[in-house]
T-cell receptor, first 113, second 112 residues
Framework: SQTIHQWPATLVQPVGSPLSLECTVE??????LYWYRQAAGRGLQLLFY??????ISSEVPQNLSASRPQDRQFILSSKKLLLSDSGFYLC????????????FGSGTRLTVV | SQQGEEDPQALSIQEGENATMNCSYK?????LQWYRQNSGRGLVHLIL?????REKHSGRLRVTLDTSKKSSSLLITASRAADTASYFC????????????FGGGTRVLVKP
């Protein structure tokens, strides 16, 4: 069966420090991968998505970047965190057919201090 | 801008009652999906309804879609305390590059 792993679960980082959040999917190949951010009590904002290795599309200009070094690995990074980068980050995957819903990871709570 | 907007933003009901929440969207869609999120957790996919479907059921969940009104509703029947969560609608629309766009969610509290 397909599973998605996202880590770490929580992270407290100082302003100006780097960031690396990792997401891996098991049990499927060539998934579409997504990074979303959720502000407290709000909906989800799509940050990046990828339909294949090395293919990254950015939805919102910001202090973050994403990479997909392997088929089932999606990484969210920042060179220097801002206070405004705090939030709940969710990774998700789906097939490319659009016939199924997204499967989400358990999320990373990032607090920039 | 958000494609889907849920109404109400919050809902409080007694166990055993039905809970209904609505979602409105702006552009034509391929499908509309409903998700549930327990506090501090990831989202769980509940139901996907395609643009050519009008109603779908899954257990105690009933989803309707009215493409003429660009709206959808999620009904939870015989609610349980464990149904307490936030519920989000999300639209898959060609105008959005076939990416999922989420609304702000409805927070549902089911009191025992």
């Amino acid at each position: 069966s397909q599973t998605i792993h996202q880590w770490p679960a929580t992270l407290v980082q100082p302003v100006g420090s780097p960031l690396s959040l990792e997401c891996t999917v098991e049990g499927t190949s060539n998934p579409n991968l997504y990074w979303y951010r959720q502000a407290a009590g709000r909906g989800l904002q799509l940050l990046f998505y990828s339909v294949g290795i090395g293919q990254i599309s950015s939805e919102v200009p910001q202090n973050l970047s994403a990479s997909r070094p392997q088929d089932r690995q999606f990484i969210l990074s920042s060179k220097k965190l801002l206070l405004s980068d705090s939030g709940f980050y969710l990774c998700a995957w789906t097939t490319g057919t659009g016939h199924y819903g997204y499967t989400f990871g358990s999320g990373t709570r990032l607090t920039v201090v | 801008s958000q494609q889907g907007e849920e109404d109400p933003q919050a809902l409080s009901i007694q166990e055993g009652e039905n809970a209904t929440m609505n979602c409105s969207y702006k552009t034509s869609i391929n499908n509309l999906q409903w998700y549930r999120q327990n506090s501090g957790r990831g989202l769980v996919h509940l139901i996907l309804i395609r643009s050519n479907e009008r109603e779908k059921h899954s257990g105690r969940l009933r989803v309707t879609l009215d493409t003429s009104k660009k709206s959808s509703s999620l009904l939870i029947t015989a609610s349980r305390a464990a149904d307490t969560a936030s519920y989000f609608c999300a639209t898959d629309a060609r105008a959005a590059g076939n990416k999922l766009t989420f609304g702000g969610g409805t927070r549902v509290l089911v009191k025992p």
